[in-house]
């Protein structure tokens, strides 16, 4: 059992940067997969990036290479996303994610557990 919860977001002009965390607990957080996601009103949940359990294996979304960065600190019980050179159409409300698998999965339905999210707007 995993439970996670989001902190971090705000509102931020184009070209700002935010550091959302994910403060997890549970006994499986060292061995679990994690995610971020986002969505934004009217909108599916979009991958945005994952890391292995070890942070050895690393994804992100096109939409997001090169201005995200994913990161954790098992010993923190925490994952991270910082989020440089942000855009209007990165608004959203931004969730983090955790499954058991060590290779993180890409696709929301695929994840156990999930935080509340946390709002990131940008604005022009």
């Known amino acids: 059992q995993v439970q996670l919860v989001e902190s971090g977001g705000g509102l931020v002009q184009a070209g700002g940067s935010l550091r959302l965390s994910c403060s997890a607990s549970g006994r499986t957080f060292s061995r679990s997969a994690m995610g971020w996601f986002r969505q934004a009103p009217g909108k599916e949940r979009e991958f945005v990036s994952a890391?292995?359990?070890?942070?050895?294996?690393?994804y992100y979304g096109d939409s997001v290479k090169g201005r995200f960065t994913i990161s954790r600190d098992n010993a923190k019980n925490k994952a991270y996303l910082q989020m440089n050179s942000l855009k209007p159409e990165d608004t959203a409300v931004y969730y983090c994610a955790a499954d058991s698998l060590n290779r993180p999965p890409m696709a929301p339905s695929e994840y156990d557990y999930w935080g509340q999210g946390t709002q990131v707007t940008v604005s022009s």
């Open positions: 890391i292995s359990w070890s942070g050895a294996l690393i």
